[in-house]
């Protein structure tokens, strides 16, 4: 399946202002690569100090292959830059996120990686919040969530962002075809 | 004549290297990026990965302090790590700096600390600058008059091979704030109750100018404590003006202009202000005579209120985490730890505050107080004052510099359950150890609460304030 065309179900984390420390505590950065990171989503809600899972762990009943896209309160990805969010997040099986509000630094590295952070208006959000186990289609191309027994809805998505998302286009490259420009820009800087 | 502009426009304009369209962002020149242990080891593998250079290595500047150990190493040299894991981070660091040519300031340099304490220590942080990290605090090289953001490890890896970055445009957001601060409240308290005011998503997509008397009567230690949590309102970036503070600051230090080039400097520096008529995308206005000494009693920054006040209702996770009942003072609310440090207050000034406050005093019976100095120089600055002597004598831990207890990633954390007042800047849930209730607070506040034991306002300590 496309990169650019996701369908699944949803699931509920019906919390606002999800920081990073929650998505990926601070003791899981010391790592120097970036896989492995699906136990460490969310670690202190689905785990206790001794590792055995928490009996009132919020993603308990997640199904992981069919409920792929996470719906969560406003602000998400607040915090810390750790681009480990984003890494644990797919990681752990989610490939897209739908929130009424992303922090900036988390919706920059979210789509940096391919995990889609999809910003609805409140209405939309408080439905899905409402509404466990909906089915959603994301279209990234044309930019257009629907919701199955709700409706179909725009949401905002810079074009570079969605065209680098739909074509495999990687933004460094993009950046470096611009070599000379860099190269004149310093020079008639002085830097 | 050319239409006002705001500050942040001026230093914008600067560094176009291809102006944003309607189809791309804008391709953005970075004079400096800084660069740690933590979020840096897969931008390099990357980099090889690719087959690619590094760019400009002089416009790099490298530290470890995430994963450090705050004790000092043994006889033997050797450092408490609180996994090997964590070695293995900053020997990576080591290894990429040395095959890339970049500066690194390592366990044997005097200036190495805190990065956000360390490059401004060192004048690499000067007005005008686009500056960039890997760490959500960069913003405090605003402090300075430079447009300095956060980065995630893909744009670090940008950054190395480019030494740009795309970014579209972002939002104005002004916060004036003018008259004299009261006794015992700090720029702490003003940043502190600008997030409490306009809360944690207030300023997304925004950068943030602060203007207005209250900042210009602020040293620089207090202006980076103001600009260090402009993302915790959800902003880019915060940027105050540079002054004669800033450029007498800056003078000597190693890395800053010398000679003639210090005059040329300073001249363009003094051009780098809001113009009259220049209007921001918002505006917000504060009374300095209403900030008291503020606190957290949540689980994000924005859940703030004055020392004295009484906690509010409507939370029932934040309350619920934080053993709070809503209505009741969080004054006198027993204190476990003590935290003075962090990229926010760790500076000669904070040590300073929370110093006259420990003078004569001792840490009370079952509260532990642990005071981390942001840097090397710094350390050195208070110990040459005799600071280090009056901690100590209170029964304070006075330790090497590092993030420390901030984050907790080097293994310094608090016991589930325990209250920790803390200079740092995040009160998240778990954010100092599992279970662990954070409140943020002033120098003043934090060392206050460390000799009674209990939140304590520091205005009800005779002689704290003048």
């Given at each position: 399946m496309?990169?650019?065309?996701?369908?699944?179900?949803?699931?509920?984390?019906p919390v606002?202002?999800?920081?990073?420390?929650?998505?990926i505590?601070?003791?899981?950065?010391?790592?120097?690569?970036?896989?492995?990171?699906?136990?460490?989503c969310?670690?202190?809600?689905?785990?206790?100090?001794?590792?055995?899972?928490?009996?009132d762990?919020?993603?308990?009943?997640?199904?992981?292959?069919?409920?792929?896209v996470?719906?969560?309160?406003?602000?998400?990805?607040?915090?810390?830059?750790?681009?480990?969010?984003?890494w644990?997040?797919?990681?752990?099986?989610?490939?897209?996120?739908i929130?009424?509000?992303?922090a900036?630094?988390f919706r920059g590295n979210a789509?940096k990686?391919?995990?889609?952070?999809?910003?609805?208006?409140?209405?939309?959000?408080?439905?899905?919040l409402d509404n466990?186990?909906?089915?959603v289609a994301?279209d990234?191309?044309n930019?257009s969530?629907?919701?199955?027994g709700?409706?179909?809805?725009?949401?905002?998505?810079d074009p570079?962002?969605?065209?680098c998302?739909?074509?495999?286009?990687?933004?460094l490259?993009?950046?470096?075809?611009?070599?000379?420009?860099?190269?004149?820009?310093e020079?008639?800087?002085g830097k | 004549m050319?239409?006002?502009?705001?500050?942040?426009?001026?230093?914008?304009?600067?560094?176009v290297?291809?102006?944003?369209?309607?189809?791309?962002?804008?391709?953005?020149?970075?004079?400096?990026?800084?660069?740690?242990?933590?979020t840096?080891?897969?931008?390099?593998?990357?980099l090889?990965?690719?087959?690619?250079?590094l760019?400009?290595?002089?416009?790099?500047?490298?530290t470890?302090?995430?994963s450090?150990?705050?004790?000092?190493?043994?006889?033997h040299?050797?450092?408490?790590?609180?996994t090997?894991?964590?070695?293995?981070?900053?020997?990576?660091?080591?290894e990429?700096c040395?095959?890339?040519?970049?500066?690194?300031h390592?366990?044997?340099?005097?200036?190495r600390?805190?990065?956000?304490?360390?490059?401004p220590?060192m004048?690499?942080?000067?007005?005008?600058?686009?500056?960039v990290?890997?760490d959500?605090?960069?913003?405090?090289?605003?402090?300075f008059?430079?447009?300095?953001f956060?980065?995630?490890?893909?744009?670090?890896?940008?950054?190395?091979?480019?030494?740009c970055?795309l970014?579209?445009?972002?939002?104005?957001?002004?916060?004036?704030v003018?008259?004299d601060?009261?006794?015992?409240?700090?720029?702490?308290?003003?940043?502190?109750?600008?997030?409490?005011?306009?809360?944690?998503g207030g300023?997304?997509?925004?950068?943030i100018?602060?203007f207005g008397?209250t900042?210009?009567?602020m040293?620089?230690?207090?202006?980076?404590?103001?600009?260090?949590?402009s993302?915790?309102?959800?902003?880019?970036?915060?940027l105050?003006?540079p002054?004669?503070?800033?450029?007498?600051?800056?003078q000597?230090?190693?890395?800053?202009?010398?000679g003639?080039?210090?005059?040329?400097?300073?001249a363009?520096?003094?051009?780098l202000?809001t113009?009259?008529?220049?209007?921001?995308?918002?505006?917000?206005?504060?009374?300095?005579?209403?900030?008291?000494?503020?606190?957290?009693?949540g689980i994000?920054?924005?859940?703030v209120?004055?020392?004295?006040?009484?906690?509010?209702?409507g939370?029932?996770?934040a309350l619920?985490?934080?053993?709070?009942?809503?209505?009741?003072?969080?004054?006198?609310?027993s204190?476990?730890v003590?935290?003075?440090?962090s990229?926010?207050?760790?500076?000669?000034?904070?040590?300073r505050a929370a110093a006259?406050?420990?003078r004569?005093?001792q840490?009370?019976?079952?509260?532990?107080?642990?005071?981390?100095?942001?840097?090397?120089?710094?350390?050195?600055?208070?110990e040459?004052?005799?600071?280090?002597?009056i901690?100590?004598?209170?029964?304070a831990?006075?330790r090497?510099?590092?993030?420390?207890?901030?984050l907790?990633?080097?293994?310094?954390?608090?016991?589930?359950g325990?209250?920790?007042?803390?200079?740092?800047?995040?009160n998240?849930k778990g954010?100092?150890?599992?279970?662990?209730?954070?409140?943020?607070?002033?120098?003043?506040?934090?060392?206050?609460?460390?000799?009674?034991?209990r939140v304590t306002?520091?205005?009800?300590l005779?002689?704290?304030?003048p």
């Amino acid at each position: 399946m496309s990169r650019a065309l996701i369908e699944s179900r949803t699931f509920n984390l019906p919390v606002k202002n999800i920081d990073t420390d929650q998505i990926i505590p601070a003791h899981f950065l010391t790592m120097t690569g970036r896989e492995g990171l699906d136990r460490a989503c969310f670690f202190a809600w689905r785990f206790n100090e001794d590792g055995s899972d928490k009996a009132d762990n919020p993603l308990r009943n997640h199904d992981r292959a069919r409920q792929q896209v996470l719906v969560t309160g406003e602000n998400f990805g607040c915090g810390s830059s750790r681009e480990h969010a984003p890494w644990a997040l797919l990681d752990y099986g989610f490939r897209a996120v739908i929130s009424s509000r992303f922090a900036d630094i988390f919706r920059g590295n979210a789509l940096k990686n391919g995990l889609l952070p999809i910003t609805v208006d409140e209405a939309v959000a408080n439905w899905l919040l409402d509404n466990p186990d909906t089915v959603v289609a994301i279209d990234i191309e044309n930019r257009s969530l629907k919701v199955r027994g709700y409706g179909r809805f725009d949401f905002p998505m810079d074009p570079f962002s969605a065209y680098c998302l739909v074509r495999g286009i990687d933004p460094l490259d993009f950046i470096l075809q611009g070599a000379d420009d860099i190269r004149r820009y310093e020079e008639s800087h002085g830097k | 004549m050319s239409e006002p502009s705001t500050l942040f426009e001026k230093i914008w304009q600067r560094h176009v290297v291809r102006p944003e369209t309607d189809e791309t962002p804008a391709v953005l020149y970075v004079d400096l990026q800084l660069l740690h242990e933590v979020t840096s080891p897969q931008a390099f593998s990357e980099l090889e990965r690719r087959g690619l250079a590094l760019r400009r290595p002089d416009r790099h500047l490298a530290t470890i302090d995430h994963s450090t150990p705050t004790t000092p190493a043994d006889k033997h040299g050797e450092y408490d790590w609180t996994t090997a894991q964590a070695r293995i981070q900053v020997e990576t660091l080591y290894e990429n700096c040395e095959k890339h040519g970049i500066e690194l300031h390592g366990w044997d340099s005097p200036n190495r600390g805190i990065v956000h304490v360390m490059g401004p220590e060192m004048g690499a942080t000067q007005p005008g600058m686009t500056i960039v990290c890997g760490d959500s605090h960069t913003a405090t090289h605003g402090a300075f008059g430079a447009l300095a953001f956060g980065i995630g490890t893909t744009e670090v890896g940008h950054v190395l091979a480019s030494q740009c970055l795309l970014q579209s445009k972002p939002k104005t957001l002004g916060i004036r704030v003018e008259g004299d601060l009261e006794p015992g409240v700090t720029p702490k308290d003003v940043i502190l109750h600008i997030i409490g005011r306009i809360g944690v998503g207030g300023g997304t997509g925004s950068v943030i100018e602060y203007f207005g008397s209250t900042f210009r009567a602020m040293d620089m230690a207090g202006r980076m404590t103001v600009c260090n949590m402009s993302i915790e309102c959800g902003a880019r970036a915060g940027l105050i003006a540079p002054d004669e503070t800033t450029f007498s600051y800056l003078q000597d230090r190693p890395k800053a202009p010398s000679g003639a080039n210090w005059d040329a400097a300073v001249a363009d520096w003094r051009t780098l202000k809001t113009d009259p008529g220049a209007e921001f995308d918002r505006l917000v206005e504060i009374d300095a005579a209403g900030i008291e000494p503020s606190v957290t009693w949540g689980i994000h920054p924005g859940m703030v209120m004055g020392v004295g006040g009484s906690v509010p209702d409507g939370e029932p996770d934040a309350l619920g985490y934080m053993q709070l009942q809503a209505g009741s003072p969080l004054a006198g609310e027993s204190v476990d730890v003590v935290f003075i440090g962090s990229c926010t207050n760790s500076r000669l000034s904070d040590l300073r505050a929370a110093a006259a406050v420990f003078r004569g005093r001792q840490v009370a019976d079952g509260t532990r107080a642990l005071v981390v100095p942001g840097s090397g120089l710094t350390k050195r600055q208070a110990e040459a004052e005799g600071l280090d002597e009056i901690f100590r004598a209170a029964g304070a831990e006075w330790r090497e510099p590092g993030c420390s207890m901030c984050l907790g990633m080097n293994g310094d954390i608090a016991q589930p359950g325990e209250l920790v007042v803390s200079t740092s800047n995040r009160n998240f849930k778990g954010r100092q150890g599992p279970g662990v209730r954070t409140v943020l607070a002033s120098p003043l506040t934090a060392a206050a609460s460390a000799v009674t034991g209990r939140v304590t306002d520091p205005r009800e300590l005779p002689e704290v304030t003048p």
